[in-house]
């Protein structure tokens, strides 16, 4: 049973670039969060989906989105990037009020 | 405020000594507390929850105190092997909010 998987594992942007970074969930799971981390700091909520809809967002500007797909994976798309959104991004997976299943996160590098 | 904090950033042991991994929140509200292991490159790594009815829980080789009185939550390891080295975070939910507020973690080390 495949835990929760992300991709790209690494990469690099320079500034005012757009990234799409992905995440297919635990198996049995729907409902996807997403948490940046950056170094030395605990996970940051970004927002979380379930049934296709952000139904929770944290302190983030609109430059990060999201999406859900109808198979549950999902997708965090981050605009204008700056060089403070450098940080390990983290895709949780769970059951609506389950456990959370983290990912290996994408590690992402703006320079 | 809203933050869920640590007392130590960093935590030395020996092999086979008990480690406890201290932890502090701030909102009263809060009634769900879980603790997560990450290692080097991973993501955290569930280990054990508690709810704030409850003072105590047990797993294997963790136990997880919550003191509401002082807003305080503990985690300890029992006979902590050189696999136990990572930093360990607390987080706390509150009522119908979805997200998870995270500390900043402790680093435990364990020296063999």
């Known amino acids: 049973d495949a835990g929760v998987t992300q991709s790209p594992t690494h990469l690099i942007k320079t500034r005012g670039q757009q990234v799409t970074l992905r995440c297919s969930p635990k198996s049995g799971h729907d409902t996807v969060s997403w948490y940046q981390q950056a170094l030395g700091q605990g996970p940051q909520f970004i927002f979380q989906y379930y049934e296709e809809e952000e139904r929770q967002r944290g302190n983030f500007p609109d430059r990060f989105s999201g999406h859900q797909f109808p198979n549950y994976s999902s997708e965090l798309n981050v605009n204008a990037l700056l060089l403070g959104d450098s940080a390990l991004y983290l895709c949780a997976s769970s059951p609506i009020w389950g456990e959370l299943f983290f990912g290996e996160g994408s590690r992402l590098t703006v320079l | 405020g809203e933050s869920v904090g640590l007392h130590l950033p960093t935590l030395s042991v020996q092999e086979g000594d008990n480690s406890i991994i201290n932890c502090a929140y701030s909102?009263?509200?809060?009634?769900?507390f879980i603790w997560y292991k990450q290692e080097s490159g991973k993501g955290p790594q569930f280990i054990i929850d508690i709810r704030s009815n409850m003072d105590k829980r047990q797993g294997q080789r963790v136990t997880v105190l919550l003191n509401k009185t002082v807003k305080h939550l503990s985690l300890q390891i029992a006979a902590t092997q050189p696999g136990d080295s990572a930093v360990y975070f607390c987080?706390?939910?509150?009522?119908?909010?979805?997200?998870?507020?995270f500390g900043k973690g402790t680093l435990l080390t364990v020296n063999p």
């Open positions: 987080a706390e939910r509150r009522g119908s909010n979805y997200k998870l507020t």
């Open positions: 909102n009263s509200a809060s009634d769900y």
